[in-house]
Nanobody, 126 residues
Framework: QVQLVESGGGLVEAGDSLRLSCAASGRTFSGFAMGWFRQAPGKEREFVAGISRTSTRTTYADSAKGRFTISRDNAKNTLYLQMNRLEPEDTAVYYC???????????????????WGQGTQVTVSS
């Protein structure tokens, strides 16, 4: 079991930056591949970015490439998502997710992640 708590969301203007954090507790953080997802009103939850256990591999949705950076600090049990040049289309609730794995892979599908945080709202005004 791992507990996840997101923070760092807020209301910003288009072009601004935000850094989301996800604090993990419970089992050894380095044993989990991690991901960021988001869900806008009326839309399905979508993959944003993922990172392997030791940061060896990262994967981004096309919408996030070049603007967002996922990272993790296993010593601090924390996952991050640096979001730059935010757009109104980025408005959503952002969730971090975890899945325990022994391999260095990135997972991109929501049902591959059994553990989820409660989400943090990001609102980007035009």
């Amino acid at each position: 079991q791992v507990q996840l708590v997101e923070s760092g969301g807020g209301l910003v203007e288009a072009g601004d930056s935000l850094r989301l954090s996800c604090a993990a507790s419970g089992r050894t953080f380095s044993g989990f591949a991690m991901g960021w997802f988001r869900q806008a009103p009326g839309k399905e939850r979508e993959f944003v970015a993922g990172i392997s256990r030791t940061s060896t591999r990262t994967t981004y949705a096309d919408s996030a490439k070049g603007r967002f950076t996922i990272s993790r600090d296993n010593a601090k049990n924390t996952l991050y998502l640096q979001m730059n040049r935010l757009e109104p289309e980025d408005t959503a609730v952002y969730y971090c997710a975890a899945t325990q794995t022994s391999v260095l892979v990135v997972f991109t599908v929501p049902n591959q992640y059994p553990y989820w945080g409660q989400g943090t709202q990001v609102t980007v005004s035009s």
